[in-house]
């Protein structure tokens, strides 16, 4: 299976990805207040500073996943969910009068290349030089091809390079073989959604309709010291009880929109579900009541042959990644056998199938 | 030009003399044992320090370095004309300008006496301050060092940061950690030559603006340090010759010094050694940069550079030459770098040569008070009633009032002066300041978290605010300046003091282009609205640049304790004026209350005068110095 | 619903409480509690903590859980999600340790 290879090369070596940015950067002394018109979330930053941050629609549900970075005086915005043209056309709608600012296409001839893994430091230092190895999470540096972004969606080091596309070409062939030499391999849109997932990342891609941030979990991204369109939403569903997102184990595979039950009593419904290669299980999201939503508990869903099946609730994260055991002051790839590591896979398992 | 290093005091943990710690690196022994003046049982397994083991406290060690370093230079002077730099975190009982006040009453010194509190640059800071005050006429005699003790609730702070090694440190080594020492260290300095032991050549200062307790991981902030030290000694990366290295052990600093070290000389870096004194002393923090100034002097005398210790087999990507030896090993220097870095951001480094140094001075720059920036709660009103629009986008968590009063002065003082400092012009602007205590809010939290949990479970977070520096790094951080940056401690002008030491730092210097100089100082907790709702609180901040439009800096003076007569004559000598062309004089004692602020602002009053035009003199003193500043336009 | 499901939801629901009221309290999370999610990271993202939070966090947790965590048995997983803190002390509570 290609899938499996690069989800383990994700997982326990590096693996390499380039795709098309979506971003625009915003420049002029107006650019911190536009940063705070288009996200909701707190933005203290740094000069260097990314923090996750989201675009939401007036009935407050997420358009985008957006990062934030200061980097100097302008602000990156770099956004999955929406196309280049649809990004545009929501911050040129939002920010119309705004004062001291314009707006750049960050993605415009520019590529940006990827690299995720526990031994993606090592790759990227290879290549772009030592200095990276010390680039710590939600920070980005300058490279002389470009931006280095240390923001892996994966649980493992990730290296997001925003080039220029006349760059892209030969700076990809320089880490291509740097990854070869870290047993890594290139990785589809696939393998890194999938790690995405049993990483228990947001991902715009599988947003169930009508949620907003607060039934995503990703409440914290909102700071509601101040205003911001889709605010008066997010206030009703802080106050009124309702499903929140959250992960279970199954034995079987799951489809999508399968009722969750509690006791035979509906509680809650599978708004994902894909098997993960490192776990050797089904992992679901579902929208489950928060009162019973808890780890440890087994639900009843059908499974895809229309058996029910149990699934448990269980706390992420899922994995122990090795990422958080190497350390790149104290080790070498060469030298990998010295890492401590454990198994990939943590915590409790799906219960057998019934 | 260089000035001349004349004689040598220390105290530490190998050596209670200097004979003696000469003997003992020579041997290349190290003190790190068990720590015995205080319990170490709650941080087991972690045990050992860098101790002197007999008692005292660091006064008691700085003056006997001092008497040693003084007796040793053979140099004389009329008492006016010896100034004393002295470094520290905390002094003994937090008593920060008290070991200034000790080494000059000890040397009967009247010139002027000047407290750095930058935590563990503290010591090089001051020695670096002691060659401007030779180069700017303001003794013929500098003592400049630092002095520090291990205190119980700093090792506590520094344990819970999860820093300490169990084992002894291993600077470059495999194993990550320090330990801490403790001790103190003086050199005498001069203009002339005589029979010195080496030449100060230069040094340079920086900020990381990155983060309160973790180094710029590349090094930035090192590298722009030993930049400014080899711009001020005018010499290229490939005249040094070997590198002191900060070198604690931790797993942050060692990499990003290094990282620092190769971004500032380039290829150089990895064909000269580089060695950390802390192997054997420990990390005596305050007194730190000068102790491992003399284990390289003292080596260098004898035609050698300090060993590491333990490197063991060393770490990826560390320096080739750590000097993994286990004694001194022969190495001719003839220029070489010693560096510090500190909590808050801090970063100082020293520039050494053999032979003496004579360049002609550089051409003086004009100074423009280019914009004040106030963030006070005035006596008798509540600070939560203060509410400053600045702080929107600064985020509260981990900072205190101090911090924040800081951070709206300089905001509103950039304002003021119109200027955005954005791209390259970050790394040419820096933030003085000038403070009467650690924040005493911060201090109340750090006491209640070990009086809740224990030593061992003190707040990390709150630790890391307990330098004097720390509202100082918050600005730095806040605004992104990476300049130069220093915190002056003390009781009377405080705030002034930072500002003349800016003022001449863009006159003379060629490291900034931009300096903000800040005065603060925040009300003892429980007397908020109390009794102590008498007392001012806040920041006032000067922001200084050089050329432009506005009043300027034309003369500073600085003279020892209560001598406002002389500063004042000496900044219009300074300033090329006379008595008769001054338009208004704001000659005032130092405030009883909030002094430091009230010095910053006693400038910024001044200067906001000067912008209807005039010639203004500010002066003030205290028990420790006097400040005098001529404000006008050029004539 | 069966004693034991209740009992085992009324101990997870108590804990999140605590949990999110320590990193309001204690480390100062700029949230309200409804914000802080059972799923949400601690660390570098999510609630913003960094490395000095990292040292407050375990003690916060062992303070107002009255248990303690020896260095050789804390995970880095262990502290990433609320949810695998909240997993964390119910277990060890459950362990009889508290």
């Known amino acids: ?354 | 030009m260089s000035v001349a290093i004349r004689g040598l005091g220390a105290v530490c943990a190998i050596g209670h003399d200097l004979p003696s710690l000469a003997r003992a690196v020579r041997a290349g022994e190290h003190g790190l044992g068990p720590v015995r003046h205080f319990d170490v049982a709650p941080f087991a397994p972690v045990s050992l320090g860098g101790c002197v083991n007999d008692g005292a406290g660091c006064v008691a060690w700085a003056v006997r370095a001092v008497r040693e370093a003084f007796l040793a230079s053979g140099v004389e002077a009329a008492p006016a004309r010896i100034a004393v730099v002295a470094g520290t975190t905390e002094g003994d009982d937090h008593d920060i300008p008290g070991v200034a006040r000790a080494v000059a009453a000890a040397l009967g010194a009247r010139g002027p006496q000047l407290t750095l509190s930058t935590a563990c640059t503290s010591s090089a800071n001051a020695i670096g301050l002691g060659k401007d005050l030779l180069d700017r006429g303001d003794a013929d005699v500098v003592v400049a060092g630092g002095a520090e003790r291990l205190a119980k609730e700093m090792y506590a702070g520094f344990h819970r940061l999860g820093v300490l090694a169990v084992e002894p440190c291993r600077p470059f080594g495999d194993a990550f950690g320090t330990t801490l020492g403790e001790g103190a260290g003086f050199v005498v300095l001069t203009r002339e030559a005589g029979d010195a032991r080496a030449h100060l050549a230069g040094y340079g200062l920086s900020s990381d603006a990155w983060h309160e307790t973790s180094p710029e991981p590349r090094g930035a902030g090192v590298a722009r340090a030993i930049e400014g030290a080899l711009r001020d000694a005018r010499l290229a990366p490939a005249a040094i010759d070997y590198v002191n290295a900060h070198g604690t052990g931790t797993a942050a600093n060692d990499d990003a010094e290094w990282r620092g070290v190769t971004a500032a000389l380039g290829a150089r870096a990895a064909e000269v050694p580089i060695s950390a004194s802390k192997s054997l002393l420990g990390h005596a923090q305050g007194a730190a940069g000068v102790l491992e100034l003399i284990v390289g002097l003292l080596c260098a005398a004898e035609g050698t550079v300090p060993p590491t210790l333990r490197v063991g087999r060393g770490r990826p990507g560390g320096p080739p030459d750590p000097v993994a030896t286990e004694r001194p090993r022969p190495h001719h220097a003839r220029a070489w770098l010693s560096s510090s870095a500190a909590f808050g951001g801090a970063n100082a480094v020293l520039c050494v040569q053999a032979e003496p140094a004579p360049s002609a001075p550089r051409a003086r720059r004009p100074v423009v008070i280019a914009g004040l920036g106030r963030a006070e709660v005035p006596a008798g009103a509540r600070r939560e009633d203060a509410r400053w629009p600045e702080l929107a986008g600064l985020d509260p968590r981990g900072t205190d009032p101090s911090g924040r009063a800081c951070c709206v002065a300089a905001t509103r003082a950039l304002a003021d002066a119109g200027l955005k400092v954005s791209g390259a012009l970050r790394d040419r602007a820096g933030v003085f300041a000038g403070a009467t205590r650690v924040s005493p809010e911060s201090v109340e939290a750090y006491r209640a978290s070990i009086e809740r949990g224990g030593l061992a479970r003190c707040s990390a977070a709150a630790f890391a605010r307990l330098v004097l520096h720390g509202p100082t790094g918050l600005v730095s951080r806040r605004l992104a300046l990476r300049g130069p940056t220093t915190t002056l401690a003390g009781g009377g002008l405080a705030g002034m003091l930072a500002v003349a030491y800016a003022a001449r730092t863009l006159a003379h210097r060629d490291d900034a282009d931009v300096m903000l100089a800040l005065g603060f100082d925040e009300r003892r907790v429980g007397e908020r609205d109390g009794e102590g709702a008498d007392e001012p609180e806040g920041a006032a901040c000067v922001a200084l640049r050089v050329g432009g439009d506005g009043p300027r800096v034309l003369g500073v003076g600085l003279t020892g304790p209560n001598d406002r007569e002389g500063a004042v004559a000496r900044a219009l000598a300074d300033a090329g004026r006379s008595r008769c062309e001054v338009t208004a004089w704001r000659v005032e004692e130092a405030a009883e209350h909030a002094p430091s602020l009230a010095s910053a602002a006693l400038v910024a009053e001044a200067a906001e005068a000067a912008r209807a035009g005039g010639l203004i003199v500010v002066a003030l003193a205290d028990d420790a110095a006097a400040c005098a500043l001529v404000i006008g336009e050029e004539s | 619903m069966d004693e034991g499901l209740e009992s085992h939801l009324a101990a997870r629901r108590e804990a999140l409480e605590r949990v999110r009221a320590m990193l309001v309290e204690h480390l100062k999370v700029p949230l309200r509690p409804a914000q802080i999610d059972l799923d949400a990271p601690l660390f570098g993202t999510g609630l913003g903590l960094d490395s000095i939070d990292a040292v407050e966090l375990v003690v916060a947790i062992e303070t107002e859980f009255g248990l303690s965590i020896p260095e050789e048995e804390a995970q880095p997983w262990m502290f990433r999600t609320v949810h695998s803190v909240v997993e964390l002390v119910v277990a060890r509570a459950e362990a009889g340790d508290a």
């Open chain 1, 1 to 354: 299976m290609p899938e499996a290879d690069e989800v383990s090369a994700i997982r326990t070596r590096v693996g390499l990805h380039r795709g098309t940015p979506v971003g625009v950067a915003l420049r002029g002394e107006g650019a911190r207040e536009a940063a705070l018109r288009l996200c909701p979330s707190r933005l203290f930053l740094r000069d260097a500073m990314i923090r996750e941050s989201l675009l939401l629609d007036e009935a407050g549900r997420p358009l985008a996943d957006v990062l934030v970075a200061a980097d100097d005086e302008d602000y990156l915005l770099l956004a999955e969910g929406l196309d280049a043209a649809g990004l545009r056309a929501v911050v040129d709608a939002r920010l119309e009068g705004s004062r001291d600012v314009s707006v750049e296409d960050l993605g415009a001839g520019r590529a940006m290349i990827s690299l995720d893994g526990p031994w993606a430091w090592s790759a990227v230092a290879a290549v772009l030089g030592p200095d990276l190895v010390a680039l710590p999470y939600l920070n980005l540096f300058r490279v002389d091809a470009g931006l280095c972004l240390r923001v892996g969606k994966t649980g493992e080091f990730g290296y997001q390079l925003l080039v220029d596309e006349g760059a892209a070409e030969g700076l990809y062939g320089a880490l291509e073989d740097a990854v070869a030499g870290h047993e890594g391999r290139a990785v589809g849109d696939q393998a890194r959604a999938l790690c995405r997932f049993e990483g228990w990342f947001f991902d715009p891609a599988h947003i169930p309709t009508g949620v907003t941030p607060i039934e995503l979990g990703l409440g914290w991204r909102l700071d509601l010291e101040r205003d911001w369109l889709g605010r008066a939403a997010i206030e009703e569903r802080l106050a009124a009880p309702g499903r929140r997102l959250r992960c279970l184990l199954a034995p079987r595979p799951i489809t999508m929109g399968e009722p969750v039950r509690l006791r035979g009593e509906e509680v809650g419904v599978v708004v994902r579900a894909a098997y993960s290669w490192t776990r050797g299980e089904h992992v679901i999201a579902a929208l489950i009541d928060e009162p019973v939503g808890h780890g440890g508990v087994d639900f009843e869903v059908e499974d895809a042959a229309g058996a029910t099946t149990r699934a448990r609730l269980v706390a992420p994260p899922l994995l122990d990644n090795h990422s958080l055991h190497v350390d790149p002051r104290r080790h070498t790839f060469t030298a990998r056998d010295e890492v401590a590591l454990g198994p990939l896979a943590r915590g409790p398992r799906a219960p057998e199938a019934a």
